[in-house]
Nanobody, 121 residues
């Protein structure tokens, strides 16, 4: 069984920083891409950032220059360093991993339960 667990969310003032972590555990054969998505109340889920196993990254235009995604392959962990936070960054942030488990040859998207990030003005 594969599980993704996020941590690091919380309440922060505008201009502040937070660092989110997501650790994947369980019967994992290989992790291909990992990423962060977010969903604000009344809005659709959006991709914030993602990173491939080789280290290539993609960011939403709204966070470029402020957020940095990274991963530690040895720890099966992805991070999101969020700087210069704005109230519009307030959302539930979800960790995603596209991976292959030891029980299946098919790559599958796994999701964390989410962590709340609230940025006050």
């Amino acid at each position: 069984q594969v599980q993704l667990v996020e941590s690091g969310g919380g309440l922060v003032q505008a201009g502040g920083s937070l660092r989110l972590s997501c650790a994947a555990s369980g019967s994992i054969r290989a992790i291909y891409t990992m990423g962060w998505y977010r969903q604000a109340p009344g809005k659709q889920r959006e991709l914030v950032a993602r990173i491939t196993s080789g280290g290539s990254t993609n960011y939403a235009d709204s966070v470029k220059g402020r957020f940095t995604i990274s991963r530690d392959n040895a720890k099966n962990t992805v991070y999101l360093q969020m700087n210069s936070l704005k109230p519009e960054d307030t959302a539930v942030y979800y960790c995603n991993a596209n991976l292959q488990s030891t029980s299946s040859p098919v790559r599958y998207d796994y999701w964390g339960r989410g962590t709340q990030v609230t940025v006050s003005s």
